[in-house]
């Protein structure tokens, strides 16, 4: 029997693209789950909120990554996308933190209507908040799709700045088949037993009103989600690397050397000639205003034009290497490995949509068991 604190988590996590999590669902208390039951249930409406991070952070750098996630979610690129995705799909979409104790999809254009419902009553919304938790658990380097209760699915992709994970693009809160009248009866019985109070015919309608997407249709998706995902990591090193608050003039023009030669052999004495500094001094502030080395910064301004000639499939990988200013492939590889976090190859394969991670089996985690 489930007892009146009692919330459920996902039943299966499956990090295959286009195949929805399936098997018994069970339920879970979560240590914390009277504390998120007692938070407005209206919180984190859009991404503004949903940006906010939690008064402890999980890293050192997790107030930087918040900062970095604003500044994607204040982009052009990012809103044109968004509203673009929304209208094709009519779907929902947020960029949201890794740790967020709010609905990232809540008030957002397209809003499931049964999500909607749930997501302000209070015992309701702290049970999408524990699913919410253990889905961003699941995918770290890869998609992953989780399943409530009630039968819907949202699906979240991690954006990447190397090996940092920055936030995820989520959506979902979709069926993956047409809901059954034995399935909502279900779906009663349970709120009942959490005491959520409704009227019954505006449930009906908004459960038999949830959108239902096709595994083929999910599949489509998630690969437009995982290039826009390639795209915002883009943006994130375009972010750090084009940084000009309180810079000064020295280094802006030190920076406009670097990006003019940067193909070629370049060393920091001859930037440091160029800006009428000696190479001591112009080390220093280079650091202090970049937060980069000179070796460092060359090599991401030349690993961001790499990645943009990896867009075409006629360059091999060699010639990019010595366009962007590499004399060696071997160092180039493990420069680029290192700041994006996967190697030309692999990262070629995603962008173009031949990753073969889209054949690999589903891995799944194991249902939790009802506490």
């Known amino acids: 029997m489930l007892s009146d604190w009692q919330f459920p988590y996902i039943a299966a996590v499956n990090t295959r693209i286009g195949e929805s999590a399936t098997g018994p669902q069970s339920v879970a208390a979560p240590a914390n789950a009277a504390e998120k039951a007692a938070a407005p249930a209206a919180a984190g409406r859009g991404n503004a909120g949903a940006a906010k991070a939690p008064e402890s952070s999980a890293h050192p750098g997790a107030d930087k990554d918040l900062s970095l996630l604003e500044a994607l979610i204040g982009s052009k690129i990012y809103q044109d996308y968004e509203r673009a995705f929304t209208e094709a799909t009519g779907l929902p979409v947020a960029l949201r933190p890794v740790e967020s104790w709010q609905l990232p999809l809540h008030g957002k254009r397209h809003e499931g209507p049964f999500c909607a419902l749930m997501a302000e009553r209070s015992r309701t919304c702290a049970s999408c908040l524990d699913m919410q938790e253990r889905l961003a658990g699941s995918a770290a380097r890869e998609s992953a799709t989780a399943v409530c209760p009630a039968g819907l699915s949202e699906t979240i992709v991690p954006v990447r700045l190397g090996d940092r994970l920055i936030g995820f693009l989520q ?182 949509g031949t990753c073969a991670t889209a054949k690999r089996p589903a891995r799944r985690t194991p249902a939790l068991a009802a506490a």
Do not use: M
Not at 178 to 196: D, H, I, N, S, Y
Not at 207 to 218: E, G, I, K, M, S
Not at 270 to 280: D, L, Q, Y
Not at 320 to 328: D, K, L, Y
């Open 171 to 352: 959506t979902g809160q979709v069926f993956s088949k047409a809901p059954t009248k034995q399935q909502f009866e279900r779906t009663t019985r349970l709120l009942a037993k959490w005491g959520v109070t409704l009227d019954r015919t505006a449930l009906r309608q908004a459960y038999f009103a949830t959108r239902v997407l096709p595994a083929r249709q999910h599949e489509s998706v998630i690969k437009l989600l995982s290039i826009f995902a390639q795209h915002l990591s883009i943006l994130c090193n375009q972010i750090l690397v084009q940084q000009r608050n309180a810079e000064p003039p020295v280094i802006t023009r030190a920076k406009a050397f670097i990006q003019e030669h940067q193909t070629d052999s370049l060393r920091l004495g001859e930037v440091a000639k160029a800006v009428h500094t000696s190479p001591f001094y112009f080390c220093k502030i280079f650091k202090k205003a970049t937060g980069l080395n000179f070796t460092d910064y060359l090599s991401r301004i030349r690993i961001e034009r790499a990645r943009n000639l990896l867009l075409n499939p006629q360059l091999r990988v060699s010639e990019i290497a010595f366009e962007v200013g590499f004399q060696s492939l071997t160092h180039f590889n493990r420069v680029f490995k290192n700041t994006v976090g996967q190697s030309p190859t692999r990262y070629r394969e995603q962008l173009l």
